[in-house]
């Protein structure tokens, strides 16, 4: 399972021009689901994103998690973080969970990263062609990879 944690002032998310996630202050999380994740990996990235020290503390440090904060998160499936661009030029998709193995993967992430921040989170929705829209705060982008724990 792969990340992309990013900090974020404003995010909404728009399918077919109707707005179905917005937030202020928090993170936007782009998810990608592969194979081989299982229950521990959503277990592992959920306990990390909420805990992520990322925010400003009262000297402008950061010091602060989304757990300590009013932040709001929204998740957004992507399985082109997944990407190949080993071979030419298109990039190939085959290491992507397929939606039968990624949709309950994602349920159950939705699930367990609400419990770890103890509120209710948005989303976008599955597979659907979304409009995302951010203002990366800082910026502060982070790449969490389950299967790469450094």
Known sequence: MKVVVQRVSKAS?????KEVASIEK??????GIVN???QEDIDWLCKK???LRVFPDE???????LSD?????IVVSQFTLHAS?????????????????AIPL???FIAKLQSELGRPIQTGEFGADMKVHLINDGPVTIIIDSKNKE
């Open 13 to 17: 998310v728009k399918i077919n021009e």
């Open 26 to 31: 928090g993170l936007l999380v782009l998810l």
């Open 36 to 38: 081989e994740d299982t």
């Open 49 to 51: 994103i909420v805990n």
């Open 59 to 65: 000297n402008s440090v950061m010091n602060t998690s």
């Open 69 to 73: 904060s009013d932040g709001d998160i």
């Open 85 to 101: 661009t080993k071979k030419g030029n298109r990039p190939s998709y085959i290491k992507a969970a397929k939606p039968d193995t």
């Open 106 to 108: 994602y349920k159950n």
